[in-house]
């Protein structure tokens, strides 16, 4: 393999709510595209989708649909990545999985790029997207825990109906029309009703109590920060929203911290943008967050309850966080389209068989 211009892109889910968002954003943001496979299960090989201005055929998902590629992009659930990507990888690309499947592997990096760039130094071919939630969340509490050495996190999240992929997206619509017709309304993707409802669970329910979903966020920002002394105690919510995942987060520290010196410090990390105006009521809202790139930050706040304790919300498009592309270059970094570590780990993988070369792979590249 050598280094190139252009890299051979595959998509496996491409036809799914994220998959249909990888695609857009690789157009939107002029990635370095040489071919582009969009590949799916059987029974979607027909459909055509949109991609810089042609029509992309739709190709089954099979173990031999990786040769060639360079780059492979999987988000179609944990049962199809475990299936495929090892034979992505045997295929010779670099794999950026979306799913749980390889998360929690010790030998897969699990990277935010704002976050842990470092990890991806470990990959041996798997490279593990953390769950949407999780993202916004250590984005905010990577420069707290550097400055004031994180004890324990209370989060609630809010978590729009996008998450669960687009059937979830046209229940609710479906559900909202039918409920304001006077009509009764079809309940298929969840266990109850959404449209004008909340929905405290998100997975299956563990013998713990907690969810899937709640203990995934444990795990990983613990895997994320490297730290496993950090305490996370999460619920999580489905609520009525299309777009864009909420959080409402309390953060304990050990050393002394103060709502001032919380604002200043995010105010300055690339890539969070806070809005924290409440005498003029602005804070941050789905329906702004939604479409946009950063994480959005607001009602930073001292605990009163607690010494050395502060609570703020957070507010992040669950389908692009951080599906954003630096406009001067081509990293793509991305809770759900981490491309540019594919790019990385491909020079450095090419660079690494060469006696004299400088490994690729550095923070420096992905800040």
Not at 243 to 254: D, K, P, R
Request: neutral net charge; aromatic residues 6%.
């Amino acid at each position: 393999m050598v280094t190139k211009d252009q890299y051979n892109i595959a998509v496996a889910g491409a036809t799914g709510a994220v998959g249909r968002k990888m695609l857009e954003i690789l157009e939107e943001r002029n990635f370095p595209v040489a071919n582009l496979k969009a590949l799916a299960s059987a029974r979607s090989v027909g459909q055509a989708l949109p991609f810089n201005g042609n029509s992309l055929a739709v190709e089954e998902l099979k173990e031999n649909s990786f040769e060639g590629v360079d780059i492979a992009l999987f988000s179609a659930g944990a049962s199809v990545s475990r299936q495929f990507a090892p034979s992505a990888v045997k295929s010779g690309c670099i794999v950026i999985d979306n799913s749980s499947a390889f998360r929690m592997e010790p030998d897969v990096p699990l990277v935010v790029p704002e976050v842990n760039p470092e990890a991806i130094n470990s990959n041996t071919g798997i490279i593990a997207n953390p769950n949407c939630s999780t993202i916004q969340m250590v984005m905010v509490l990577k420069p707290i825990h550097d400055k004031f050495k994180i004890k324990r996190v209370v989060v609630s999240t809010y978590q729009s109906v996008s998450g669960s992929g687009q059937k979830a997206v046209n229940e609710l619509q479906n559900q909202t029309k039918n409920l304001l017709d006077g009509k009764t309304a079809v309940v298929n993707v969840y266990p109850h009703q959404i449209a004008f409802n909340c929905l405290p669970h998100i997975d299956i329910f563990l013998d713990n109590g907690y969810t899937k979903e709640e203990m995934k966020m444990v795990d990983e920002t613990r895997k994320i920060l490297g730290d496993s002394s950090i305490r996370v105690s999460p619920t999580t919510v489905r609520v009525p929203v299309f777009y864009c995942h909420s959080e409402s987060i309390n953060v304990e520290t050990f050393s002394p911290i103060n709502a001032g010196e919380v604002k200043e410090l995010l105010s300055g990390i690339g890539g969070i943008r806070v809005i924290d105006e409440p005498e003029t009521n602005r804070y941050p809202l789905a329906i702004d967050g939604a479409g946009k790139d950063e994480v959005f930050v607001g009602r930073i706040r001292d605990d009163i309850s607690c010494e050395n304790a502060i609570n703020f919300w957070v507010v992040s498009d669950n389908l692009r966080k951080g599906a954003a592309l630096d406009r001067k270059s081509t990293r793509l970094n991305s809770s759900h389209v981490v491309i540019s570590y594919a790019v990385f780990c491909l020079k450095k993988k090419i660079n690494s068989a060469k006696p004299t070369a400088t490994p690729v792979c550095t923070q420096s590249d992905v800040q």
